[in-house]
C-alpha cells in the first residue's frame, strides 16, 4: 500500500485548499478511504472525512458542510475539497485506507490556515 498526499499549504483564514491523494498498490476503487489529521504537537489523530467504494460520503461534524471528499478511480486518486477554513484546521493532514483510525496512513501533507 503507497499513499502520497499532496496539495498542503498556507491558506489564509476563509479561503479554501484542494489536498490530492495517489494510490497504489491496492484496489483502489473497492477500498473505503479517508483523511485524517493531526494538530500540530498533538498526539491525538482524529478522522474528517471518508468515501466508499460507490461513493458515498461521511464526515466528521467539525468539518460537515466545509469540507467535501471525492475520489476518481480512473486516477487511483482521492480529494478533500476544503472551504471556509479557520485556525483550527490548521493540522497536518493524512490520507488513510478504511474507517476512523485504522488502516494505513501516508506521510502527510501540511495545511496551515493564518493569516
Known amino acids: 500500500v503507497q499513499l502520497v498526499e499532496s496539495g498542503g499549504g498556507l491558506v489564509q483564514p476563509g479561503g479554501s485548499l484542494r489536498l490530492s491523494c495517489t494510490a497504489s498498490?491496492?484496489?483502489?476503487?473497492?477500498?473505503?478511504m479517508s483523511w485524517g489529521r493531526q494538530v500540530p504537537g498533538n498526539d491525538q489523530r482524529e478522522w474528517v472525512a471518508?468515501?466508499?467504494?460507490?461513493?458515498?460520503?461521511d464526515y466528521a461534524a467539525s468539518v460537515a458542510g466545509r469540507f467535501t471528499i471525492s475520489k476518481d478511480n480512473a486516477k487511483n486518486t482521492m480529494y478533500l475539497e476544503m472551504s471556509r477554513l479557520t485556525v483550527e484546521d490548521t493540522a497536518t493532514y493524512y490520507c488513510?485506507?478504511?474507517?476512523?483510525?485504522?488502516?494505513?496512513w501516508g506521510q502527510g501533507t501540511q495545511v496551515t490556515v493564518s493569516s
Open positions: 488513510k485506507t478504511g474507517s476512523g483510525l485504522s488502516g494505513n
Open positions: 498498490g491496492f484496489p483502489f476503487s473497492t477500498y473505503y
Open positions: 471518508g468515501i466508499n467504494g460507490a461513493s458515498r460520503t
